[in-house]
């Protein structure tokens, strides 16, 4: 909460009225209500809903899921700090008007039916603006899957799961893709503090949302999936200061003609120049994610792991010879500097390796390596000063002592200042997994994608070491 | 088996020694023991394993695992096809010539502490080279972890986990990256005809096996994991003439100086020059993979899925807007073109779907498709002429039949002869990933994987026509 912004009043209202609630379990407006009621499935955190007061909206059915109905908002005797709204498209303007009749502020359309779909759509919401500058209402969607506020238990989505809670505020121009993310959240405990679909985004955008996200203080990252911009400069200006704040990440999709027809035909805007956009979130000093994997493990290390200070070179340290050889490739595309070890380095390695340890980095340190001899290891190179970070790789060998080496790792990030990524290589150890999920590490299956993540938090440091020679 | 090679006596033995068995279960020699003789742990396939005559060889022990031991394979009575030698690098050139004293022609070492690790080893290695020539042995390896032989029930590794028998060949220089490989296969149905770990090739190297697999009537796709090559020329030889026969994938590590120098140290080879292996590559008519999940992602579409013809483009069909736009981002990343649809398609569709349907490609059947929606859309695209191969995009939005879909996919792909590949984006749904893993269709979670797939599909097709237009 900043206590400042108009976003607080969706984010932490005292009341809720559902307007198209029903108790019909294959309607939107059921999974809705229930989602409000009772949080939503999680594996990971109690089911545990929202604790204000909800007021279902329903012409006609008088109970759903034990809460007495009302047929508009015009007939709830409570204030009500958020609507928000599922009916079919024709009846929403009508209910937007009841609620600025009644007063509320805060409007969040989960409706279809607007500018995405045509001509028809197009001037629905613009009569959707029009009303709700009339009576001062805020508007997000319309044409979207929802918020979460994770403090406030509040899932006011239609997904069907529910994200750990967590650093990372997550904004999504795609409702499909914000549901795709929440399910992953939820698999890789990717841990949210808000999340937030912006649909159509006629009223509320990814520039309030910056700004905002910028100022919370549960919030360590603010990831974007993006498909167009409305007002560049703004956008711009929002993610450059809120850059100086909290690492950014943004998938920004639409790059090709193909790419920019279907969004025109989905969400209802066109995307902008790719080269423009491109050059406008490095320069703001975010981070351009070109794949989904990328936006997740980018966003994972930069919500959970300090980032590289002082342009320093990355460690690779691995017990397997293929896996430690790829990520040295894929450092050398991202222009990720690898450390070069010093003699004292090397010969401190040396005292407790067997002689065929690769001498230097990637540190493969061999297939037969223990749990004492990762440890050992992994302590030499956190004290060495050469190194700014460490991508961990560690390969099921024959019989390599997974579990402890995992326990290990956690102690180790837990004690130093660098970052460490891992990657478990063709490991099918779901339980290793998540524990270095819930402890921070950014864990994944193939060594690319722990190179990608530390590259993210290489990135950062020096993004961060120019701002502060900057004088700013 | 090809009935013309000295490989078929490594693949298809009567009879096998192990030289090194033990009854420790912590040792190497244990491990590859008791695959031999069980198979191996594998969730898909009957535990079943090599059916011919086992001999363990061991010094000191008189019974392992049920089985009299030897002290030599000099001792053994029977005919020995394949020696397997798990004993101390200082043993191995002597145990190599007991091999060779008692015709054994085809010898496994596993063993470590040749040519990788520095001038002793190196010259162990031409010791044993020597030893070879001189009794006629073949060899695999040294450094390596061994091969299986699927159609044999054949697993002489001492990885933990069996893959699942298919059509993909597997060749791995990195024994790690050969276990992650195994374990990836296991889980997602990456089914293998053999898998070869070719260690530090000493004889036995990827141009020997490239000519075999080419002529196996059970091997779909060659996959090879690469560092180095011996003989570029024969190499470069034996894919050219292989890829005329069955698709290719290769991953070729060590493409900077820090990989370069990493494989250097580990498996006694150095890494040519990256841009040499490029070409290379590509004129030969292989496919060459950038990261581990395209050598997994292509080798599975070209195995189990047929080629796309004639250059046709590629249809994405989605119930999802953004993951769509990603496709076809990536799609347009990749070189791989989009059909356009022509008019009576549009038409076809718009008669099954609702009207906010895109009205081109990618085709976006919209959130809230049915199954009977998916299956028309698909049966649609499926018929145009313009169409070579579909990606489908399904991601689970409010009340998506997700199971009945897959199923469809299924039914779908079995009766046409153009590729599919699949994204179930972000649903955490290993059931459903399972059955189209194990129908042929390659699922991934996310849309970038499921272009890479169609990507080599397209590549293949592309060769193949130019093969076919060129006379051979």
């Given at each position: 909460m900043s206590g400042l912004s108009i976003l607080d009043n969706f984010f932490y209202p005292q009341s809720i009225a559902v307007i198209g609630a029903s108790s019909n379990l294959q309607k939107v407006g059921h999974v809705v209500l229930k989602n409000i009621l009772f949080g939503g499935t999680s594996t990971s955190d109690k089911k545990e809903g929202f604790k204000g007061k909800v007021f279902p909206v329903n012409l006609r059915e008088k109970e759903i899921l034990g809460l007495k109905t009302y047929k508009s908002v015009k007939e709830i005797s409570d204030r009500i700090d958020v609507a928000v709204i599922v009916v079919p498209a024709k009846d929403v303007l009508?209910?937007?008007?009841?609620?600025?009749?009644?007063?509320?502020?805060?409007?969040?359309?989960?409706?279809?039916?607007?500018?995405?779909?045509?001509?028809?759509?197009?001037?629905?919401?613009?009569?959707?603006?029009?009303?709700?500058?009339?009576?001062?209402?805020?508007?997000?969607?319309?044409?979207?899957?929802?918020?979460?506020?994770?403090?406030?238990?509040?899932?006011?989505?239609?997904?069907?799961?529910?994200?750990?809670?967590?650093p990372i505020a997550f904004i999504s121009q795609s409702g499909a893709l914000g549901t795709a993310v929440i399910e992953y959240a939820l698999e890789e405990y990717f841990g949210m503090s808000y999340f937030v679909s912006i649909g159509n985004k006629s009223d509320i955008d990814d520039s309030d949302l910056l700004e905002y996200f910028a100022e919370d203080s549960g919030t360590k990252c603010i990831s974007l999936y993006l498909e167009s911009v409305r007002d560049g400069r703004r956008f711009f200006n929002s993610m450059k200061s809120a850059a100086k704040k909290k690492p950014i990440v943004v998938l920004k999709a639409g790059i090709t003609s193909a790419g920019a027809k279907a969004i025109a035909s989905h969400t209802g805007s066109l995307a902008g120049a790719d080269v423009a956009y491109d050059a406008a979130i490095r320069q703001s000093g975010a981070l351009r994610a070109r794949t989904m994997y990328e936006l997740f493990d980018a966003s994972r290390a930069l919500a959970y792991q300090p980032p590289v200070k002082d342009g320093h070179g990355i460690a690779i340290v691995t017990n397997a010879g293929g896996p430690g050889v790829i990520a040295a490739d894929d450092a050398y595309k991202h222009g990720l500097p690898l450390a070069t070890l010093t003699e004292q380095t090397i010969k401190l390695?040396?005292?407790?390796?067997?002689?065929?340890?690769?001498?230097?980095?990637?540190?493969?340190?061999?297939?037969?390596?223990?749990?004492?001899?990762?440890?050992?290891?992994?302590?030499?190179?956190?004290?060495?000063?050469?190194?700014?970070?460490?991508?961990?790789?560690?390969?099921?060998?024959?019989?390599?002592?997974?579990?402890?080496?995992v326990d290990d790792m956690i102690i180790l990030s837990k004690s130093i200042k660098k970052p460490v990524t891992v990657s478990l290589v063709g490991i099918v150890a779901q339980e290793e997994d998540r524990i270095l999920d819930k402890n921070g590490i950014p864990v994944t299956e193939v060594p690319e994608r722990a190179v990608e993540a530390m590259n993210a938090l290489f990135l950062r440091g020096r993004y961060l070491d120019r701002l502060n020679k900057s004088g700013y």
């Open positions: 009508k209910v937007t008007e009841e609620c600025g009749q009644k007063g509320i502020g805060s409007v969040v359309i989960i409706s279809a039916g607007f500018a995405e779909s045509g001509k028809a759509g197009s001037s629905f919401q613009t009569e959707l603006l029009s009303i709700a500058k009339q009576y001062g209402i805020r508007i997000i969607g319309p044409n979207c899957l929802g918020i979460i506020s994770s403090s406030e238990n509040l899932n006011l989505t239609f997904a069907r799961v529910k994200p750990p809670a967590g390695i040396t005292s407790v390796c067997p002689p065929t340890w690769s001498r230097q980095n990637p540190i493969d340190i061999i297939g037969d390596a223990t749990p004492q001899r990762y440890r050992r290891v992994l302590n030499i190179v956190a004290s060495a000063p050469e190194v700014g970070g460490i991508i961990i790789i560690c390969s099921r060998q024959a019989l390599t002592q997974i579990r402890e080496i």
